[in-house]
């Protein structure tokens, strides 16, 4: 029997630390509009990014008031671009510079348009139109007029070694190798872009404003046991033992990943 068709199923969730609960909540709550996805306590905020009936990924901040600044570079997952509807990115702009967001300016990429603005504690956030078949214009946002973030459009990962990175992508993992944009090669999962920069001179360091690791959604755990046999053969993949439904480890390329079940939604 080949296990060629098994592959992550998306993404399940992104990790973050936060250095205030409150400014946290306020942020992505009030001004974003993200569903609060459990009940806020002490030590984590958890939300639900987007409109998705199945309410996959969860944004989580690890909140830790005397966590240090990290340094943004290499071996860490850059940045979270999030879908907007379409037509709406002048609406959205407006909005964050009104609300005195920390907003940077526009990107483009993929022959995309990005805004690009940062949290109160410096994690890098995009906005980009959804397109292609049913793209929208109108969705309920956090204010009556504002149309709704819709999910994640991509992370991207900023390797020291983009090469094996890609190979982890594609022979581990199960994603579907895109285009490249200059130094960016793009592979997915489904709709859900994955993009991969080389830094191979400037390593990065975890604290404020950085995601500390993203875990990718698996549906069962046959599917559990073959990625991870995968992630077995391949050279520099640091694996840890597995953990009441979770699989970490660490890429060639530095950056931290996890592999989480289906059985853990709410």
Known sequence: MTDAGFGIAGLH???????????TLKFYGDILGMRAARDRNDAELHFDIGDAA???????????????????????????ALTIPRGSLGLWRQRLVRLQCDVVGR?????????????????A????EERGVGATEQATGPAKSMPSIKGVFAVELDSL???????????ALGL????????IGRFYS???????????????????????????????????GVLVER???????????????LAFFREAGGTCFALALDERCR
């Open 54 to 80: 199945d309410a996959w990924p969860t944004l989580t901040f690890r909140i830790d008031p005397a966590a240090d600044q990290g340094c943004h570079g290499g071996g860490q997952v850059g940045s979270l």
């Open 190 to 224: 489904g709709t859900l872009a994955v993009d991969v920069l080389s830094n191979k001179h400037r390593p990065g360091s975890h604290g404020l404003g950085v995601i500390e690791h993203v875990a990718w959604r698996v549906p069962d755990q046959k599917t559990m």
């Open 125 to 128: 956030l995009f906005l980009v």
């Open 13 to 23: 969730r992104v990790s973050c630390v936060a250095s205030d609960a409150l400014r």
């Open 161 to 171: 070694e983009p090469a094996q990175t890609a190979r982890l992508l594609v022979d």
């Open 107 to 123: 990107a483009w990429a993929f022959d995309d348009e990005y805004l690009y603005f940062v949290d109160p504690d410096g994690l």
């Open 231 to 245: 992630l077995r053969g391949i050279p520099g993949v640091e694996l840890r033992p597995r953990h009441d439904g």
């Open 176 to 183: 579907v190798a895109g285009p490249n944009a200059g130094p």
